[in-house]
């Protein structure tokens, strides 16, 4: 029985899938959006429609709290993640918004400089915004101005880096292997000459036993 | 009378893994808290940047303890949206029945654990007990218990083995059959419902505002679910309810959660019932040597809540640039301090546990 009804479900949806989004759906939603977000000379450099349920728009960094306000207005009420993207020449700050009721997602992307990574916190228009800024300011050293509890949140407090920049690079465990290795064959050939005339006089306390140098073996001691 | 600070944690009965929960009490009384994460931070993120998408894709398992496949198909859904390659229909059935099983288990654990919370120990018996049968149907199909290494970019590691189907049929009558005990335990029990009943209310307006997802946030009241609203894999041509509360307390967690529980076990009788025969993988797709420049966010709906991918191809190697992975108990963990002012001590437990942390995926 249940499967009937799945199947029957499924004809009616393939045979709607062709069909234009209706007045007020995803579509006309969209483009209610791309109206409000034009209106913004200046703050809004670029913004496009990229797939049925995907917006995208890049914001000037210093009006992001304001773009996105208006957006949180305009039905994306729920911040699904924020976070950053470090692009050599710059940092992109990346707002991932979507809106419960019409269903569409739409990504902002404030860019700013890599040197010095400055944003407005948007912990005014989200109070879960704080978790994601704290994240990025962790992994980035992105600073939010404005976000209340600014702190590392998964890496101890006491680090100097922002590991998940370009600039931090991870060694694989191959080059590790390689870099250990050259390590001691670079002190070994140092130590080699310098070892070499204080060798004799080391000989004999080897031959007496164990090799660290331990005194009197219980072997040579017993008899 | 005197405040002061006491730590929940790091190791503590009640917080089913590595994280802290610093509260100041005031008597009895919670005044503020502190969520302190990290202790399992492995940094998966930059670990994919330095790795192969192949390479990467076991890792995935690791991301959650006790909802494995569910990080791993949406890894490779992330990659498929990407190099725009769609899965056989049988491979995304299968993984529709993979992951309702683990959605199940995901949440026996969760029940087990919550009842334990509070002192009821024969659920966490009852709950570990009855997902031993979804996990040997994962040891019959994939060959492991917990790590499955299942999902592949453009399909399934393999096709379902030919006891799978009955025996996974049998597995969901036999759930029907144990849900209606689970609410004899818990649900008829009158000191679970003191013990949930108006704790740890969240009202659904601080909800989106905190960013919660799943469980957490349908039990406040709104019916959202990441398969219903943009679904994926073959979700729309299947039948089901998303449950939800009014109250958003303690409560409201356990009855949407094991609501789910059996609307997961209707979803996989529906994805073996009506599951077409055919390839399990992509025919002729070969992993690209050079990943495109693009961006993709991808979402699903994983037990706890929203799980998703943001990942950036480069255009020059097969490493992703970039890869986010959001994860809902992240969001989770460090709302609690924002509704937690008021409890009583001994209901900490309860508020932590109705968060359902998972570590490995929150501190990632």
Not at chain 1, 71 to 82: I, K, M, Q, V
Not at chain 2, 106 to 132: N, P, Q
Not at chain 2, 200 to 210: D, M
Not at chain 2, 305 to 312: D, N, P, R, S, T
Request: hydrophobic letters at 40%.
């Amino acid at each position: 029985m249940m499967g009937t009804a799945a199947t029957q479900k499924a004809g009616e949806e393939n045979g709607s899938a062709g069909a234009p989004p209706a007045a007020g759906g995803p579509g006309g939603f969209q483009q209610r959006v791309l109206g409000e977000l034009g209106r913004l000379q200046g703050t809004v450099t670029e913004s496009s429609v990229t797939g049925p349920r995907r917006m995208l728009a890049k914001v000037a960094p210093d009006k992001i709290v304001e773009v996105c306000r208006l957006l949180r207005d305009a039905g994306f009420e729920h911040l699904s993640a924020l976070t950053c993207v470090d692009y050599d020449s710059e940092l992109q700050v990346i707002y991932l918004l979507w809106s419960y009721k019409d269903r569409c997602l739409i990504e902002l992307r404030a860019a700013i400089s890599g040197a010095e990574p400055k944003i407005a916190s948007v912990t005014s228009v989200w109070t879960g915004a704080e978790f994601h800024e704290r994240e990025a300011y962790d992994m980035f050293g992105v600073v939010f101005e404005g976000c209340p509890n600014l702190k590392r949140v998964l890496l101890p407090d006491e680090w100097s880096v922002f590991p998940l920049r370009k600039s931090f690079k991870v060694e694989s465990i191959h080059e590790k292997r390689k870099r250990i290795e050259a390590e001691k064959a670079k002190a070994a050939k140092a130590a080699a000459p310098a070892a070499a005339p204080a060798s004799e006089p080391a000989q004999p306390p080897k031959q007496g036993g164990t090799p660290d140098g331990a005194p009197a073996p219980k072997g040579g001691g017993a008899p | 009378m005197t405040q002061m600070w006491i730590n929940m944690g790091p190791q503590h009965p009640s917080t089913h893994g590595l994280w802290d929960l610093l509260v100041r009490v005031d008597g009895e009384t919670i005044m503020e808290a502190q969520t302190k994460i990290g202790y399992l931070h492995r940094g998966v993120e930059k670990i994919a940047e330095n790795r192969t998408i192949e390479k990467f894709l076991p890792l995935n398992d690791r991301l959650c303890y006790v909802a494995n496949s569910s990080w791993t198909t949406l890894f490779t859904m992330a990659v498929e949206d990407l190099l725009e390659v769609t899965p056989p229909e049988r491979a995304q059935y299968i993984r529709v029945v993979v992951l309702e099983l683990q959605r199940i288990a995901s949440h026996l654990v969760w029940l087990g654990a919550y009842g334990a919370d509070m002192g009821l120990l024969t659920m966490i018996l009852w709950g570990w007990r009855d997902r031993e049968i979804i996990l040997d149907l994962f040891s019959l199909l994939t060959g492991a218990r917990i790590m499955h290494n299942f999902p592949r970019v453009g399909g399934v590691r393999n096709d379902l083995p030919p006891t799978f189907k009955d025996r996974a049929l049998k597995a969901m009558d036999y759930m029907d059959q144990r849900i209606p005990e689970y609410e004899d335990l818990c649900g008829r029990s009158e000191l679970f419902a003191m013990r949930t009943r108006g704790i740890g209310v969240l009202p659904l307006e601080k909800a989106i505002s905190l960013g919660c997802t799943g469980p957490m946030l349908r039990a406040s009241g709104l019916e959202q679910d990441v398969r219903k609203e943009e679904p994926y894999l073959v979700y729309d041509r299947l039948d089901f309810n998303v449950p939800t509360g009014q109250n958003g307390d303690g409560w409201d967690r356990y009855t949407v959660r094991l609501e789910e529980i059996r609307q997961s076990a209707s979803l996989v009788r529906q994805a073996l019932n009506n599951m077409p025969e055919g390839d399990v993988m992509a025919p002729g797709f070969k992993m690209p040597k050079v990943l495109p420049a693009k961006t993709i966010y991808r979402r699903a709906e994983d037990p706890r809540g929203e799980g998703a991918i943001y990942l950036v191809g480069d255009g020059k190697t097969n490493r992703p640039y970039r890869l986010k992975i959001r994860s809902p108990t992240y969001v989770h963990l460090l709302a609690i301090p924002f509704y937690i002012k008021g409890a009583r001590m001994s209901d900490v437990p309860v508020i932590m546990g109705g968060a359902d942390p998972c570590m490995a995926e929150v501190d990632r």
